[in-house]
């Protein structure tokens, strides 16, 4: 079982920063793909970011490439998402999604999920 824990969020202005943080318990972190989702009230989960376990490749959705970085510590069985240049639209909760496997993009191809953390980016 794998158990995540989500950290980092908060108020924000317009072009702040913030650096979300997950952390995994279990001693299988090293070999799952972590991945970031995002919900606005009313909308469903929007994939966001995920990485492989080994770090190797990583894939962003549009809407945040070159403003967001994901990164992981599989000593520390912590991923990160560093979030930069925020806008508006950010506002959500982030949650934290955990699989066995390749990269998906779609939240019910994901098997563990944490509790979620609130960002909310004012203008």
């Known amino acids: 079982q794998v158990q995540l824990v989500e950290s980092g969020g908060g108020s924000v202005q317009d072009g702040d920063s913030l650096r979300l943080s997950c952390a995994a318990s279990?001693?299988?972190?090293?070999?799952?793909?972590m991945g970031w989702f995002r919900q606005a009230p009313g909308k469903e989960h929007e994939f966001v970011v995920a990485?492989?376990?080994?770090?190797?490749?990583?894939v962003y959705a549009d809407s945040v490439k070159g403003r967001f970085t994901i990164s992981r510590d599989n000593a520390k069985n912590t991923v990160y998402l560093q979030m930069n240049s925020l806008k508006p639209e950010d506002t959500a909760v982030y949650y934290c999604?955990?699989?066995?496997?390749?990269?998906?993009?779609?939240?019910?191809?994901?098997?563990?999920w944490g509790q979620g953390t609130q960002v909310t980016v004012s203008s």
């Open positions: 279990g001693r299988t972190f090293s070999s799952l793909t």
């Open positions: 990485i492989t376990w080994s770090g190797s490749n990583t």
């Open positions: 999604a955990a699989r066995f496997g390749a990269v998906l993009r779609t939240a019910p191809n994901y098997d563990y």
